[in-house]
């Protein structure tokens, strides 16, 4: 079964530290493997994009990561700001669904001063 | 948010009502569609149309209804048979072909409140 989990549920941290998140996902191979922003009240914006065979992926502060092994991918954010506070959503394109998303249920990061 | 827009913003639905809740997009995407959003769970597509005057059900369309009459909208009706519709509306859209094809953007979402 397509399935994509996500950890921690919620995690708080101060402005100027590092944070990694974490997704795991069940079947494999994949099509692509995304993560989105979502600010709260709005709709997730794609900050990363990465295909079966990519390891890793950089968007500014944040950097995705995929170990095929563990099945699992993960976001990096340095020198977390302020405005870095959202949710994060791992988002998952399996071969076996067409042009369909399975989405992990998120991770809602706050970054406090 | 790119080229989608829904509204209204917030929604207040009475019992046995139906409500409509509107996306449009100027991006000349082919495809649309329409998720739910509750909270900590990962988001679950109501409907899907990949073309004009065809869509599909996606995993939890019970209770709801779209119509996709021209390609830049796709409304979402929530019926009255639908019991528990409180939640987050997500309309999104996509390419139909190409390196793009599954990119979806999102519009800024609809709340439901129900009365």
């Known amino acids: 079964k397509n399935q994509v989990e996500q950890s921690p549920q919620s995690l708080i941290i101060l402005e100027g530290k590092n944070c990694t998140l974490q997704c795991n996902y069940t079947v494999s191979p994949f099509s692509n493997l995304r993560w989105y922003k979502q600010d709260t009240g709005r709709g997730p914006v794609s900050l990363t994009i990465m295909t079966f065979s990519e390891n890793t992926k950089s968007n500014g502060r944040y950097t995705a990561t995929l170990d095929a092994d563990t099945k699992q991918s993960s976001l990096h954010i340095t020198a977390s700001q302020l405005s870095d506070s959202a949710s994060y959503i791992c988002?998952?394109?399996?071969?076996?669904?067409?042009?369909?998303?399975?989405f992990g249920g998120g991770t809602r990061l706050m970054v406090k001063p | 948010d790119g080229g989608i827009t829904q509204s209204p913003k917030y929604l207040f639905r009475k019992e046995g009502q139906n409500v409509t809740l509107s996306c449009e997009q100027n991006l000349n995407h082919d495809a649309m569609y329409w998720y739910r959003q509750d909270p900590g769970q990962g988001l679950r597509l109501i409907y899907y149309s990949q073309i004009v005057n065809d869509f599909q059900k996606g995993d939890i369309a019970e209770g709801y209804s779209v119509s996709r009459e021209k390609k830049e909208s796709f409304p979402l009706t929530v019926t009255s048979a639908q019991k528990n519709p409180t939640a987050f509306y997500l309309c999104?859209?996509?390419?139909?072909?190409?390196?793009?094809?599954?990119?979806?953007?999102f519009g800024p979402g609809t709340r439901l409140l129900v009365l």
């Open positions: 988002v998952v394109t399996f071969y076996n669904a067409g042009n369909m998303l399975t």
């Open positions: 999104a859209s996509s390419p139909r072909g190409g390196p793009n094809q599954e990119t979806q953007y």
